[in-house]
C-alpha cells in the first residue's frame, strides 16, 4: 500500500501534467518516481522497521558480536565446524518437513535419511558423516514453501533480535522453531541443561554471519537497505533453488512469483511444486 504522500505526490503530478504530452518512459524524473513507489510499496513500515534494526543492531554490537569475536578467536576451527553442524542437524526436521510440502517426496526421502546417519553414526550430528555419501545439505522452509505455493513476498519486514523477514516469511519462524529436536529435547530436559545449549546456539549462528556483518559494515552507506535488499534476493535465489530467471527481478513486488504467472492474491493462481 501506497503511503499517504507519495499519493498526494501522485495527485499533484496528474495536476500539472494534465494536458501535457506524455512523459517518456526513459524520463529520469519519472523513472525515480517509479522506483520510489516500488520501493514504498516493498517496505511500507519502513519507519517502524528501521526503528527495529537499530535497536537489533545496538544489542548486536554490544553483545552478541563481542561474544562471537571471543568464540572464533579462541574456538578451534574443527570444533566450530562440529557445533554448527551439530545446530543444523538438530533444526533438519524443519528442512525435511518442508521437502514433502513442496511435494519434493524423493528429496524428502534423502533428507530424511541424511538425518537419520548423523544423528547416529555422525554423533548426534557433530560429523557430516552423510554428506561424503551422496546426502548433501538442503535449505527449506515454511517461507519458501509458501511461495512454492504461490503466496506472494507481501511487505518486508524486521523481526527484533530475529532480523529481516516478510509477510510471507514471519510465518516459518514458529514452524522452524517447534519443529528444531532442541524444542523436542526441551520437554524432557530440565531448563539447566537447555539454556547453556541454547545460548551457544545464538553464539554459533551470530560467529557464522560475522563475515557477512563486516561486509556490510564496510560496503554499505545505507546498512537498513543493504540488510533489506540483500534478504529479498536470497529468498528469491532460494524460492528458484538458486535459479531465478531474469524476468523475475523486473518486479519488486512480485520478485518470487514465476514469470507468466498471476501475482499473488488473484483468481485462479497456481504455482507448482518445483521438481
Known amino acids: 500500500m501506497k503511503s499517504t504522500p507519495i499519493l498526494a505526490l501522485l495527485l499533484v503530478c496528474a495536476s500539472v501534467l494534465a494536458g501535457c504530452a506524455t512523459m517518456r518512459p526513459s524520463d529520469p524524473n519519472m523513472e525515480a518516481l517509479e522506483s520510489h513507489e516500488r520501493m514504498d510499496s516493498i517496505d511500507p513500515n519502513e519507519k517502524t522497521n528501521r526503528k ?4 537489533t543492531d545496538m544489542v548486536d554490537r554490544n553483545i552478541l558480536a563481542p561474544v562471537a ?11 566450530q565446524r562440529s557445533i554448527g553442524n551439530f545446530y543444523d542437524n538438530v533444526a533438519y526436521p524443519n528442512v525435511i518437513l518442508n521437502d514433502f510440502l513442496q511435494g519434493k517426496i524423493r528429496q524428502g526421502f534423502q533428507d530424511t535419511l541424511r538425518f537419520v546417519i548423523n544423528s547416529t553414526i555422525g554423533g548426534v550430528g557433530l560429523f557430516d558423516v552423510a554428506g561424503p555419501m551422496g546426502l548433501p545439505q538442503h535449505d527449506e522452509d515454511f517461507g519458501q514453501t509458501l511461495g512454492v505455493w504461490g503466496v506472494g513476498t507481501g511487505s518486508y519486514l524486521f523481526v527484533p533480535l530475529l532480523g529481516p523477514s516478510s509477510y510471507r516469511d514471519a510465518p516459518g519462524i514458529p514452524v522452524s522453531f517447534f519443529s528444531n529436536m532442541l524444542f523436542v529435547a526441551g520437554t524432557f530436559a530440565s ?10 546456539g545464538i553464539i554459533d549462528k551470530r560467529a557464522r554471519l560475522s563475515g557477512p556483518m563486516r561486509v556490510r559494515d564496510q560496503a ?12 529479498l534476493q536470497q529468498r528469491k535465489h532460494l524460492i528458484y533453488d538458486g535459479d531465478p530467471p531474469p524476468e523475475s527481478y523486473d518486479d519488486p513486488m512480485n520478485h518470487d512469483i514465476p514469470p507468466n504467472e498471476p501475482a499473488a492474491g488473484t483468481v485462479g493462481q497456481t504455482i507448482k511444486p518445483r521438481p
Open 220 to 231: 554499505a552507506l545505507d546498512p537498513y537497505l543493504f540488510v533489506r535488499e540483500g534478504f
Open 191 to 200: 531448563s539447566a541443561v537447555m539454556a547453556p545449549i541454547s545460548v551457544l
Open 52 to 55: 527495529f534494526y537499530e535497536f
Open 69 to 79: 569475536d571471543v568464540y572464533i578467536k579462541y574456538v578451534p576451527n574443527p570444533m
